[in-house]
């Protein structure tokens, strides 16, 4: 079984360069060591040599890579993560799409850069609509109305035409990985191991430990998953005094510094698990 593999380019791993690396070459070592014939291909290399496979796992981000597995996706090729996938988990249809499938999420809505935040929420977090957080002010935690005018002032001059703003959540901050269709689920409080790209969890302060139930965190998650298209995933929820959970961020394919061993052998037996029933 040949199997394609496309890294992520550095520039869309801000301050996971190397993590973000790691879980590739794990996934991709696991893979041969099943016997598989497994080429790997940075993305630009997959798009400039227009590399074909009908099995292909992908930590993609960059508009040609996905573009390009959209095509060998319509012809038939099993993909891990599906490029379709990788685009909903864009902050706006990742925020439809969750609240729409009645997938625990905090109050939000849509605005344009353009104008003025009149929402009645606050505190509250703006982030950019367009994509995933590239650098820390891409996501940003508002007090006030003239906060978030200003932080909307910021996108705009950027050239980001949208926000999604979420309503903040008072709690205990988590962070999850997991794979859909195994047994695979990790969590743990980042402010205990200094877990963050960007410090931003230190708003929510010190876990307290607030009693919840992991089992059913995995189930809102394995549903987010299927939802979004993204079988490998990771994500943070907030769990309130009163022990309820609501998913705050959900990602395709995340580092998963902390249990990459694990992590990558139940990767790859989702990629085979995926690719025999698309045989």
């Known amino acids: 079984m040949t199997i394609i593999g496309v890294s992520r380019g550095s520039e869309f791993s801000p301050n996971h360069v190397d993590n973000d690396a790691a879980i590739f070459q794990r996934v991709a070592e696991v893979l041969r060591n099943e016997g ?7 993305e630009k290399e997959f798009v400039e040599q227009q ?21 060998l996706e319509d012809k038939g090729a099993m993909v891990v993560n599906s490029a379709y996938g990788i685009d909903n988990c864009v902050r706006l249809p990742m925020t439809e799409l969750l609240l729409e499938h009645g997938i625990p999420h905090p109050e939000s809505v ?15 977090w703006l982030k950019r609509a367009d994509s995933h957080a590239m ?12 906060e978030a005018d200003a932080i909307l002032a910021d996108f705009r001059q950027r050239g980001i035409a949208q926000a999604v703003v979420n309503k903040h959540l008072a709690g205990d901050l988590v962070k999850f990985y997991g794979v859909q269709g195994t047994d695979f689920f990790y969590w743990f409080y980042p402010d205990s191991v200094s877990h963050s790209k960007f410090g931003l969890e230190a708003i929510n302060g010190e876990a307290q430990g607030i009693p919840f139930q992991v089992d059913e965190l ?37 580092s998963f510094a902390r249990c990459r061993q694990e992590a990558g052998s139940k990767i790859a037996e989702c990629i085979l698990k995926r690719a025999e029933r698309n045989e």
């Open 36 to 42: 598989c014939r497994v080429l790997t291909y940075t």
């Open 110 to 124: 849509i605005v344009p850069t353009d104008g003025e935040y009149t929402g009645a929420f606050y505190p509250c």
């Open 218 to 254: 995995k189930k809102y998650s394995d549903r987010a998953a299927e939802v979004l298209g993204v079988p490998v995933y990771g994500g943070d929820c907030v769990v309130m005094a009163d022990g309820s959970m609501k998913i705050i961020d959900f990602n395709d394919w995340p």
């Open 135 to 146: 650098v820390k002010q891409d996501v940003a935690y508002a007090t006030c109305k003239e």
């Open 51 to 71: 590399v074909e496979g009908d099995i292909i796992f992908d930590m993609a981000r960059d508009r040609a890579t996905i573009a390009r597995l959209k095509e």
